[in-house]
């Protein structure tokens, strides 16, 4: 079987299952036969719904995600603590990313707060830091917030920490899903290093 | 120096953004859209927490038989010494334009090479493990995928420079984890700045890298010498991915004193087990998906924990050995696990060296306690063993990226990672140690050459790590430090529950006190290091002079996912004063 088909069909019954939480994806992901699987994370995104600042809902893996380069950070529009920064840098990364945000290189700013980060205060935000086309601030059920936050290892291991918003991780994932390479870097990193980060996703020309 | 310290910028964005927000939002709407309390404060600690029992990714090895393959050694790898190759060797960058850009090689004249090795980076197929899938793991060289290990291996001498010409042939449109973006470090060296492998001078498939190994002792002080070194790829981002995949080489080193021959008739040899009784043992932690490939929990922020250990490629092998003194050489290569190794018979060993390098005196050990990166050569005597069969067994628990949880398992529960099978008692030439068996002495501490004192806070800020309150930027320097002159360095772990190796490159240091208790002679931290476990909590100060060279060097943490999410700082070594 394809993988993509086999992604999609995992992403659905992650959907109609509702909770993904206690099954690992590599216990509903295998490789096709034949096939060896070399520890990419196709298929490990749940494909669940988001609402954008812009008034679109996507599918995570099949709109957000398949076959983009991108930047994926979790935020919520009332932290004092480290957002502000982040956004800040971020807001700046996409400028020295020029026209290529939005074209093959997509910015994703997840709220970790979505009963107060309705559609237009996420929208004010984003028209607050002057964020540019390309860059979406979504919001989705509270579970599904939670599945997303586990799954891309926004996660705290001490109990305490992880419970506290104020302290909730500060670090973007950029990843291209087309070749299954991810890395990180802080989200309140220095704009210069999180574009250096990101350029390491582009394909590699021989010399 | 500009000050890039994380929190006062934090303040001047939140001040930045009130501002924009009491431009264009009233107060009434803010507090209608959840931003301020009736006080005035942000809201703060809305207590999101859905806790769940565990992240994604999670993923359990199959079941592998243990102790049914032998173990594979290591090959040294073939140099040429034939004069035009050497003739070839230039310390400018040539004119051919698959050779990667660097500075010029410093120190070149009096150093030039007598060796030259090559190695090609590139995907090979092994299996290591007959229950596991034949996979493809990226290697420095060919080799016999029936009888040796994958790891390279380099036997080199004092006073013999050496260029290593590192091909990069991984494939540049490689999937999966890893990138293809490769700059080799030879871990505790003492190499100018531009053979170094510095994270941020990776270079890309169909290209290649000259690296010049002078071989030198630092400061010409033979009391430098070093002895049991490895190279591993240091691609910035993606240093515990390429390291993960198999780019890891052991390289050691040999002078007059420590001359790998234990029939040697110099006096002054030290004469340790040599030849097939010196033998690396490298340590790696992985674990298997269920189709037997390596897999690497790319969402993982806190450290890989493998349920598989290997030692030089194969999963828990055995060892046909016979009944004498062997010279182990224990490399951890993490990627995050720390142990602590004991034999399951309870016998006792000598410990020869810390980090690879010689001790003053061999130190009666019946365990040894390794973070990730650090080297212990130990010399093992089977000759008065009965039993036929000994595990080296790790008793350390150790179950997330935080640190080990301190829990010390019995022998017979910790986890056994490699099985000796006891042979013929045969003729031993090497020399019997005992506590007084002169190894190698320890440089002067002279603090009159100390010119600087710097802190060094290791903290954790919104799972992001940060050094002295700021973020790695490879364009900053965070330390400037004269060369010919000492530093004193005091390394704080404040990021709670946490436990760290962290290593600096470039020059062995000298651990002068733990949270201000002095390090005492025949402690086996009374030695030279470039890796420290800093437990949670602890400061540990050292002695570190910088010799010969200048240029930018990385200070960081080696739990390698840790490395990877930007625990670093960078201090370069300049010819102006310390800043």
Redesign the interface.
Known sequence: MDMRRRQFLVSGAVIVGGV???T???DLI??AEGE??????DG?FPNIVLHGHDGGAYRFYDDLIRDKIVLINMF???????C??ST?HLVQAQEMLGDRVGRDIFMYSIT??PE???E??IR?YAE??GVGPGWLFLRAS??D??LLR??????????AL??????????V?F?NDA????????????A??IV??VR?LD????? | MVR?D?ES??ER??L??ME??DA??SRREMMK???LTAGG???????????????????TSPATTPFIEPMRLLKPHVGSRLQDDLDHCTATVSDD??EAARAVHQLWNGNEPQVVYNFTQKPRLYRPHPKL?E??IWTFRDFNKDTESPLAMIHARYGEPSMVYSHNELP??????????VTTHLHNAHNASESDGNPTDYF????YKTFHYPNMYAGGDEREALGFLWFHDHC???TSQNVYRGLVGTYLLFDRYDSGNEEDTDSKAIRLPSGKYDVPLVIENKVY???G??????????GIIGDKFLVNGNVQPYFEVDRRRYRFRLLNTGPSRFYQFKFSNGMKFWQVSNDGNLLPFPIERDSVSMTVAERMDIVVDFSGVTDNIVYLVNVLEHK???GPTGKILSTSVGDKILQFRLGAKVTDNSRVLTKTTELRRLPDINMSEVKKERNWVFNR??????VNGE??????VNARCQKNTAEIWNITNAS??WSHPIHMHYEEFQILSRNGVPIKDGDPEKSRKDVIWLHPNETVKIFVRFRDFTGKYPLHCHNVVHE???MMARYDVVDDASS
């Open positions: 993904l939480l206690g690992t994806m590599a295998g490789p060896s699987f070399d520890g990419s994370p490990r919520f529009t009332g932290c004092g603590d480290i502000p920064l800040q970790l707060n107060l980060d309705t237009p205060v004010d607050t830091y509270r579970d917030t939670e586990r799954a891309l290892g926004f996660v705290d291991p001490d109990p992880d419970a506290d918003l104020e302290t909730h991780i500060g670090v994932k990843g070749i299954g390479r991810w890395g990180a870097c802080p989200s309140f990193a220095d210069e290093e250096a980060g390491t394909p590699i020309k021989r010399a | 890039n994380i910028q934090r964005a939140r930045n953004r924009i927000i264009k939002l859209y959840g931003l404060a942000l809201v703060a600690k809305s207590g999101l927490s859905i806790r769940a029992a565990s992240a994604g990714g999670a993923v334009p698959k899938a996979q493809n540049a449109n490689h999937k999966g984890y890893g990138n293809p973006m890309g498939p169909g290209t910035m981002d993606y998906d269920k189709n490939v390596a897999y690497f929990d790319l969402f993982n922020l806190d997330d990226g935080t800020r919104n799972g992001a790590w940060v973020l790695f930027n490879r364009n900053v709670g529950g990877d999410h930007a």
